[in-house]
């Protein structure tokens, strides 16, 4: 089976305050983690993923396997980072993928 | 515009009535999966079809079904419906069939089809 948790349903921070959003993941075999951002009126895209090693609009994420953990966090948040985010992972299997999400966050970043 | 699209976009119904939600994926697209995502659930994987075939199945109910016709467009079907069933179901599509290596795992969302059961 396969488990996503995001301890925070809401995180509040002002602007240029880091920002730090949690995520454990329950997998058996070799995961792929990925973050979603969800913005007010828009619909749910993806923000980065693991294997690219990659900063988005200055979000860094990094997989660390023995705390089972997929970590998002920006140094500095901007008000346009407000919006819903959401873990997930991919387990795959032989019959197909299942991209399974956590609960989300919600972030709100204060002016 | 992801290009996904997900037809009604609000839904008004009955128990015990039955319903069609439509997806069309983005062109190109062959894997369709739906999601229902409610206030205390989050999102729930549903059900993923790759070419016209089922390929996964998550948590979705005996009375739900699913398919994906020849033109790659998805129904799901919601029947005998219950109060608990109101819920956001969403429709994603994705380029490849999510078991090969190097599967990018981008999914792309629909808006959406909010479904209300009185």
């Known amino acids: 089976a396969q488990r996503v948790t995001q301890p925070e349903k809401l995180l509040s921070v002002f602007k240029g305050a880091p920002v730090e959003l949690k995520c454990n993941y329950s997998y058996s075999g070799s995961p792929e983690l990925f973050w979603y951002v969800q913005y007010s009126r828009q619909r749910l895209q993806l923000l980065l993923r693991h294997i690219s090693r990659e900063s988005i609009k200055g979000f860094t994420a990094d997989l660390n396997k023995g705390e089972t953990s997929f970590h998002l966090k920006k140094p500095f948040a901007q008000e346009e980072d407000s919006a819903m985010y959401y873990c997930?992972?991919?387990?795959?299997?032989?019959?197909?993928?299942?991209?399974?999400f956590g609960g989300g966050t919600r972030v709100l970043v204060k002016p | 515009d992801s290009g996904v699209t997900q037809t009604p976009k609000h839904l008004i119904t009955a128990t015990g009535q039955r319903v069609t939600l439509r997806c069309s994926p983005r062109s190109g697209d062959l894997s369709v999966y739906w999601y229902q995502q409610s206030l205390d659930q989050g999102l729930q994987f549903l059900i993923h079809?790759?070419?016209?075939?089922?390929?996964a199945k998550g948590n979705i109910l005996e009375r739900f079904s699913a398919q994906q016709f020849p033109d790659l467009h998805s129904e799901l079907n919601l029947s005998s419906l219950e109060l608990g069933d109101s819920a956001l179901y969403f429709c994603?599509?994705?380029?490849?069939?999510?078991?090969?290596?190097?599967?990018?795992?981008?999914?792309?969302f629909g808006e959406g089809s909010r479904l209300t059961v009185l």
């Open positions: 079809y790759y070419n016209g075939e089922e390929r």
């Open positions: 994603a599509s994705s380029v490849d069939s999510g078991v090969l290596i190097g599967n990018t795992g981008e999914l792309f």
């Open positions: 997930a992972l991919s387990g795959r299997g032989a019959a197909g993928n299942k991209l399974t």
